[in-house]
């Protein structure tokens, strides 16, 4: 049967995150022909409303306030609150992102309802939504739905394909009056600290560093390769721990779990909390000077040496096969 | 200060999974305070330490939690409370947040502390939920906790950027890597940790219904990652390993 199903999307410094797309390709799946409602919030959205009909979505309803210019669990609560009081969606999807992953629980205990998280796939089974999600850090998985209610779940990004972008879609854009009041929690500052502009959660290819790169400046080398594919660089704890870089690019069962087309491991052991949180990832690069590193047994290519030597003739071999096409 | 943990015991973060008869195997497992909560313990520690009042942490379990419950009062925790939910045949993150609020109901505390996420489950929803649920604001992946009289400033995790954020008590906060170094227990905090009160209760003798905790989901099956083959380690002169390489990221791989 067909369903309504609506799509919390997400900005970051006024762009649309491609999870967004990503969701609103599930939204499609689960609608089953029924309609796919976007809706955003921010203090000044209005720019991004057609990119959300040209990915798929039938109607976007956007939400402005200069109370919502940084994401507050009360002051996006309140609002998608009041849009999903309004249309009454079967289903919600949101991003699993940091913004999803804090609001999402709030609005499953506020409509109470059953919420499944960290979806990197959905499938249809008669009236069920079933969803897949690792557990264990991605040692194991899981395909859960929920019982009765409304289905709430956030999607983990790059693990469903957004649908082709088309321009020629239209959709009607409705504005949500909202009124924000009794913001319990103020943020007063947001320090930017990512250094590169590509989100690890959401790179396509990652290239991370462990203690095996020595010092802080060896992830220079990490740095530039990462800069000629686009890529987002990332860590082990041992090089977090070890003072190298920050905590942020922790990957692993106690830092990010990602799963980016192509991970290059550099100078990283593969210790089994590593492993926890890059071995989905389609495809593995390891570079290590141990044969022996446990590493080479989860990746598809692997070379035995010394990263500051692979790691710029790699970078070197890039520049010249992607400049020639 | 009334301060409360609540904390998940979980696998080892070194355990193997193993799935027999569609479920998760605990056979031979070593099970650990879920390493998130041990930074909320630790921080509340540090708070009592600061302010004054008492630690209690609270899990919901089967009686061998009270292992890790005891660890907790060894770190330096006052008192422990376990939620026994043995006799519960079905639970999700909507049961668990039910009990932990009726447990919560006529309690006073100024700040409740948990890990943003279990390692097990890790679906970090307890903690929003049960702000929620209990009707106090919530601040997830804190890595920074300053609290003076009744307002809290906080730097929380953002995807690598540090949101400062300011509220007020009580609060209920979620725990992120690098807000603390949380302690190893001393031999002396073990021997205290006997005797410090450790209180049992079965969840149905908490005031909530059977309908208030019934599951909202539902897992249909549980699955090992297919086996990785053992993958290609290239030789030669390294020149020519990295043009190979390239070559089969390009070609076979076909991911740039
Ligand atoms: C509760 C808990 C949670 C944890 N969570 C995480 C987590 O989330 N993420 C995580 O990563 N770890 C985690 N760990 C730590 C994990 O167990 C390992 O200690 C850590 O991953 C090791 O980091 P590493 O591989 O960088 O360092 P090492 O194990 O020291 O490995 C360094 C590697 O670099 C290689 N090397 C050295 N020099 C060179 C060179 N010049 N060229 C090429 N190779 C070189 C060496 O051969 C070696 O294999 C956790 C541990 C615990 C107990």
């Known amino acids: 049967m067909a369903k309504k199903v609506l799509v919390i999307a997400e900005s970051r410094e006024s762009e649309l995150r491609n999870v967004s797309f990503e969701a609103i390709a599930a939204g499609k799946e689960i609608a089953a022909g029924g309609e796919v409602i976007a809706a955003i919030a921010g203090e000044n959205v209005s720019a991004l409303t057609d990119a959300l009909v040209h990915y798929g979505a039938d109607r976007v309803i956007k939400a402005e306030n200069e109370k919502l210019s940084t994401y507050t669990s009360d002051g996006y609560g309140q609002v998608f609150l009041q849009i999903i009081n309004s249309i009454k969606p079967d289903a919600i999807l949101l991003p699993h992102t940091s913004m999803g992953k804090d609001i999402a629980p709030k609005l499953a205990s506020k409509l109470d309802a059953g919420l499944i998280s960290d ?84 790179a396509k290819v990652i290239i991370a560093g462990g203690r095996g790169v020595k010092s802080e400046d060896g992830f220079e080398p990490l740095q530039e390769l990462a800069d000629v594919l686009g890529a987002a660089v990332g860590a082990s704890r041992g090089a977090c721990d070890a003072d190298y870089c920050d905590y942020s690019l922790q990957i692993g069962q106690t830092g990010k779990v990602v799963t980016p087309d192509l991970y290059i491991a550099c100078g990283i052991s593969g210790a089994i909390q590593h492993l926890a949180g890059m071995s989905n990832s389609k495809v593995i690069v390891a570079i290590n000077k141990d044969p022996e590193a446990n590493i080479f047994n989860v990746a598809d290519y692997g070379i035995v040496g010394d990263l500051f030597e692979v790691v710029p003739l790699l970078t070197q071999e890039f520049k010249k096969v992607l400049q020639t096409n | 200060m009334n301060i409360f943990v609540i904390m998940k015991r979980t696998f080892d973060t070194e355990e193997k999974i193993v799935i027999e008869n569609g479920k998760i195997s605990e056979e031979g497992v070593e099970f650990i305070i879920n390493p998130y909560d041990e930074y909320a313990i630790e921080e509340a520690i540090q708070l009592r330490d600061d302010h004054g009042g008492e630690v209690t942490v609270v899990s919901i379990g089967s ?22 939910n043995e006799e519960l045949e079905d639970s999700d993150q ?163």
Do not use: W
């Not at chain 2, 009686?63 to 026994?84: F, H, P, S, W, Y």
């Open chain 1, 119 to 202: 979806a990197t796939a959905i499938e249809l089974d008669g009236e069920d939504i079933v969803f897949t999600r690792p557990i264990y850090s991605g040692k194991a998985f899981e395909k859960k739905k929920v019982k009765a209610g409304v289905t709430i779940a956030t999607i983990r990004p790059n693990n469903i394909s957004a649908l082709e972008k088309d321009e020629s879609r239209s959709g009607e854009v409705f504005s949500e009056d909202v009124e924000i009041k009794d913001l319990r929690t103020i943020v007063k500052e947001v320090v930017r600290k990512s250094t590169s502009g590509v989100d690890l959660s959401e």
């Open chain 2, 63 to 84: 009686e061998e939690v009270e292992k890790e419950l005891r660890t907790a009062l060894a770190m330096g925790a006052d008192k422990a409370v376990l939620i026994n």
């Open chain 2, 94 to 256: 909507y049961t668990t947040t039910a009990l932990l609020a009726a447990y919560f109901g006529d309690k006073e505390y100024d700040i409740i502390l948990g890990g943003n996420v279990s390692n097990d489950n890790s679906t970090g929803q307890i903690g929003p939920r049960l702000a929620e649920k209990i009707g106090i604001p919530y601040v997830t992946t804190i890595t920074k906790l300053d609290i003076d009289g009744s307002t809290a400033t906080i730097e929380r995790d953002v995807e690598g950027d540090v949101e400062i954020v300011e509220a007020q008590l009580p609060l209920l906060v979620t725990a992120q890597q690098g807000l603390n170094e949380p302690r190893y227990p001393s031999l002396p905090g073990i021997m205290k940790a006997k005797k410090k009160p450790l209180e049992e209760i079965d969840y149905d003798e908490l005031d909530v219904e059977d309908d208030e905790i019934e599951a909202k989901t539902e897992t249909i099956e549980r699955y090992l990652p297919p086996k990785k083959e053992a993958g290609k380690v290239l030789d030669g002169e390294v020149d020519d390993q990295v043009q190979e390489l390239v070559k089969l990221l390009r070609q076979e791989a076909k991911v740039i």
